[in-house]
T-cell receptor
Framework: DAKTTQPNSMESNEEEPVHLPCNHS???????IHWYRQLPSQGPEYVIH???SNVNNRMASLAIAEDRKSSTLILHRATLRDAAVYYC?????????????FGPGTRLSVLP | DTGVSQDPRHKITKRGQNVTFRCDPI?????LYWYRQTLGQGPEFLTY????????KSRLLSDRFSAERPKGSFSTLEIQRTEQGDSAMYLC????????????FGDGTRLSIL
């Protein structure tokens, strides 16, 4: 299974940008990069995904390195509601469930 | 709200009892997944359905576990002769079958074994 490496925890101040890194040095050419987040007592929530180009949506931006061996999830203005565990996952094109290998993720704390 | 629905949200049972959980996916989603999540860990894949066909099972899914999706809509996950180690959050997710689409998760069923 393709693996990702993320810091265990990060802190941010409210209303400041947050850059959450993810290393995936063994990524294959066809793997998609997905980001999910999980709030306490809830299931994971989809944030964003991409293949090669940077992606933006209403929640966040995804910056993918040129060699695709790392990526960064960018929250432009952190709010207290963004405090969660963030997971970076690689997914093969067929998107079967066995390709979603969740690591322990990064626990983001947002300070008021 | 047309998200993934799971029932019950919490289940407390004695060791050795059987339990069954239900998942109602987003209606137009062909794919349905079950995961298990223990405290402090990310979700672990258990099994996957494409419509009513169970196409993949993790080695985590022992013979005490069985999942069904009889009409390609809702799914059930049954655990027989529960053990202490079965205590976890059981998550269901669904996705369309076209392209690399995100999975949409329910809020899970938390199982506690006494």
């Amino acid at each position: 299974d393709a693996k990702t490496t993320q810091p265990n925890s990060m802190e941010s101040n409210e209303e400041e940008p947050v850059h959450l890194p993810c290393n995936h040095s063994t990524i294959s050419g066809t793997d998609y990069i997905h980001w999910y987040r999980q709030l306490p007592s809830q299931g994971p929530e989809y944030v964003i995904h991409g293949l090669t180009s940077n992606v933006n949506n209403r929640m966040a931006s995804l910056a993918i390195a040129e060699d695709r061996k790392s990526s960064t999830l960018i929250l432009h203005r952190a709010t207290l509601r963004d405090a969660a565990v963030y997971y970076c996952i690689l997914s093969a094109p067929d998107n079967y469930g066995q390709n979603f290998v969740f690591g322990p993720g990064t626990r983001l704390s947002v300070l008021p | 709200d047309t998200g993934v629905s799971q029932d019950p949200r919490h289940k407390i049972t004695k060791r050795g009892q059987n339990v069954t959980f239900r998942c109602d996916p987003i209606s137009e989603h062909n794919r349905l997944y079950w995961y298990r999540q223990t405290l402090g860990q990310g979700p672990e894949f258990l099994t996957y359905f494409q419509n009513e066909a169970q196409l993949e099972k993790s080695r985590l899914l022992s013979d005490r576990f069985s999942a069904e999706r009889p009409k390609g809509s809702f799914s059930t996950l049954e655990i027989q002769r529960t053990e202490q180690g079965d205590s976890a959050m059981y998550l269901c997710a669904s996705s369309p079958s076209v392209g690399n689409q995100p999975q949409h998760f329910g809020d899970g069923t938390r199982l506690s074994i006494l």
